[in-house]
Nanobody, 120 residues
Framework: QVQLVESGGGLVQAGGSLRLSCLAS????????MMWYRQAPGKQRELVAT???????NYADSVKGRFTISRDNAKNTVYLQMNSLKPEDTAVYYC??????????????WGRGTQVTVSS
């Protein structure tokens, strides 16, 4: 059993902040890359932020400078700190991770998503 569970979503006013968390649990050897995606109604799912096992980060242009992805390897958790939120950030946010299940075997997993709603 491997599971990713997001938390921290909710309703926030424009300009406000939220911190999303994603906990990986179950049997795995280690976690490689961890990612946050989002999907707004009627739109395709988009990659928001990525963090490598070594802590290197990448962001979508739309969130660069406002969002920060981080990880706590001891807690098997990835975070997405979202500041200066805009209504266009409204979406379901999904956690995604590449987990080492066996030596040299990577498998990709998705969380079920958490709703973020930003009011104007």
């Amino acid at each position: 059993q491997v599971q990713l569970v997001e938390s921290g979503g909710g309703l926030v006013q424009a300009g406000g902040s939220l911190r999303l968390s994603c906990l990986a649990s179950g049997r795995f050897f280690s976690i490689n890359a961890m990612m946050w995606y989002r999907q707004a109604p009627g739109k395709q799912r988009e990659l928001v932020a990525t963090i490598s096992s070594g802590g290197n980060t990448n962001y979508a242009d739309s969130v660069k400078g406002r969002f920060t992805i981080s990880r706590d390897n001891a807690k098997n958790t990835v975070y997405l700190q979202m500041n200066s939120l805009k209504p266009e950030d409204t979406a379901v946010y999904y956690c995604n991770a590449d987990l080492v299940i066996e030596y040299s075997l990577l498998r990709n997993y998705w969380g079920r998503g958490t709703q973020v709603t930003v009011s104007s």
